[in-house]
């Protein structure tokens, strides 16, 4: 059972580390998405990455066109999405890196040069207290990009602009309940040790 293996916390961010992915590797089952996206026992992995540049982060709107009707509608700080079963051919921490690259050219595309500078993994967002949170955890990642030429590929499920911190603050009250935990438990703490907020 994955609280075996992290802290519980009913809603908020659970920092954490390789080695705790590492186990979860090692220890996990893949599933059929559909019999456990109504179901407690089970906690579907996510990775949820923050792409920023020098203060900046790219937030997404989710549009109608996306799978999960929970989150139509919704402002998000976070990309990326569910893992598949033997596509990064490694049991460790790597395994998690490898399916958000994946995602992150399945949603995303950079041009003009831009390319990631640095995939930072921060730890774990739980929330236990809506429906769609009881059965997803999410891996938060910060990805640090070179600069601003990121586009989104299905512009049918997506849009995507880049948004400084104080216009960040001002989306806040619309931001889906993950990205919350995100602003409150990881970028503004950031932020304020850079001297924001």
């Excluded at 992150?104 to 739980?126: A, Q, V």
Aim: aromatic share 12%; hydrophobic share 35%; proline share 2%.
């Amino acid at each position: 059972m994955l609280w075996n293996l992290l802290k519980y916390k009913e809603q908020g961010l659970i920092h954490g580390s390789c080695d705790q992915l590492d186990l979860i590797v090692q220890k996990g089952v893949f599933r059929n998405r559909k019999e456990l996206e109504y179901d407690p026992l089970f906690k579907q992995i996510i990775s949820y990455a923050v792409i920023s540049n020098k203060g900046s982060y790219f937030l997404f709107t989710r549009k109608q066109g996306q799978a999960e009707k929970r989150l139509h509608n919704k402002i998000s700080l976070g990309v990326g999405g569910h893992m598949n079963p033997g596509s990064s051919g490694t049991m460790s921490a790597q395994f998690f890196t490898n399916e958000l690259k994946r995602e992150l050219k399945e949603e995303l595309r950079f041009e003009n040069g831009c390319h990631t500078d640095k995939i930072e993994f921060i730890g774990f967002i739980n929330d236990d207290t809506i429906p769609v949170g009881r059965v997803h955890i999410g891996l938060l990642y910060d990805i640090h990009v070179s600069g601003k030429e990121v586009y989104i590929n299905e512009p049918d499920k997506m849009s995507g602009e880049w948004i400084d911190k104080d216009g960040l603050v001002r989306q806040y009250e619309f931001l889906e309940t993950w990205s919350g935990i995100v602003f409150d438990s990881y970028l503004k703490l950031r932020e304020w040790e850079n001297g924001g907020y």
